[in-house]
C-alpha cells in the first residue's frame, strides 16, 4: 500500500511568486492534515480536511495561503505570494477514522525556501 | 489552547544506555499522546503513542509513561542503538480538535 506522497520534495522560488504543494494520501483515508515545520522548531498545524471538507483552518497563518481538496481525494496547498517566513518544510498526514487516538501517516515533506 | 514543550532539544548518549525524553502538556482535555521518530530527509513515524487512560505502555525497547495529574509524559528508549539516531517528537490531542499540537522536537544522538 502506498504511503502519503508529497510532490515536491523540494521546491526554491523568489519571494511574490506563487508556488503550489500536492499531498496524496493514502487510499481510503477521509481526513487529510497540512502542517509545516518553520526553521527547526515544532511541527505546526495548519488545517485539516474530512473528505473534502475543511473541518478546522485555525491554523493557517494568513490568506496568502490557500487549500483545496477538490473531490475528497489529493489535496493543493497554495501560497501566493510567497514571503521569505513561509521557508519550511511541510507536512502532509492522512488518518482513515474520526475518532481521537488515529494514527496520523506522514508524508516526508515538501522543502520550501523562498529567496 | 493547547501548547505542549519539550526537553531536552539535544541528547547524545551512548551506545546502549538509555535515552529519556519529556515533555509537558497544558490542556486537560488532551487525551492522545503519540511520539513520532523524524529521520532525516524522511518525515514523521509514528513509534509509540499512550491514551489517556493508560499511565504506561511499553514496545520492546521503546516505553512511553504518562502522568495525566501534573501533565507531563516521557519516552523511554532501552539499550539505544546508532539506528535510533534521530529528531523526536513528541504531540497531543483531544476528541475534539485532532490536530496534533507537537512539542519542539529532540535530536538524539547514539555515539557508536
Known amino acids: 500500500e502506498a504511503g502519503v506522497t508529497q510532490f515536491p520534495s523540494h521546491s526554491v522560488i523568489e519571494k511574490g511568486q506563487t508556488v503550489t504543494l500536492r499531498c496524496d494520501p493514502i487510499?481510503?483515508?477521509?481526513?487529510l492534515y497540512w502542517y509545516r515545520r518553520v526553521m527547526g522548531k515544532e511541527i505546526k498545524f495548519l488545517l485539516h480536511?474530512?473528505?473534502?471538507?475543511?473541518?478546522?483552518e485555525s491554523g493557517m497563518p494568513n490568506n496568502r495561503f490557500l487549500a483545496e481538496r477538490t473531490g475528497g481525494t489529493y489535496s493543493t496547498l497554495k501560497v501566493q505570494p510567497a514571503e521569505l517566513e513561509d521557508s519550511g518544510v511541510y507536512f502532509c498526514?492522512?488518518?482513515?477514522?474520526?475518532?481521537?487516538?488515529?494514527?496520523?501517516?506522514f508524508g516526508q515533506g515538501t522543502r520550501l525556501t523562498v529567496v | 489552547g493547547e501548547n505542549v514543550e519539550q526537553h531536552p532539544s539535544t541528547l547524545s548518549v551512548q551506545e546502549g544506555d538509555s535515552a529519556v525524553i519529556k515533555c509537558t502538556y497544558s490542556?486537560?482535555?488532551?487525551?492522545?499522546f503519540p511520539w513520532y521518530k523524524q529521520e532525516l530527509g524522511k518525515g514523521p513515524q509514528l513509534i509509540i503513542d499512550?491514551?489517556?487512560?493508560?499511565g504506561e505502555k511499553k514496545d520492546q525497547r521503546i516505553a512511553v509513561t504518562l502522568n495525566k495529574t501534573a501533565k507531563h509524559f516521557s519516552l523511554h528508549i532501552t539499550e539505544t542503538q546508532p539506528e535510533d539516531s534521530a529528531v523526536y517528537f513528541c504531540?497531543?490531542?483531544?476528541?475534539?480538535?485532532?490536530?496534533?499540537?507537537f512539542g519542539s522536537g529532540t535530536r538524539l544522538q547514539v555515539q557508536p
Open positions: 498526514a492522512s488518518s482513515p477514522e474520526q475518532g481521537a487516538g488515529t494514527e496520523a501517516f
Open positions: 480536511f474530512v473528505k473534502e471538507s475543511k473541518q478546522d
Open positions: 490542556d486537560s482535555a488532551s487525551n492522545y
Open positions: 487510499s481510503g483515508h477521509d481526513n
Open positions: 499512550i491514551r489517556s487512560n493508560v
Open positions: 504531540a497531543a490531542s483531544n476528541t475534539g480538535r485532532r490536530a496534533l499540537t
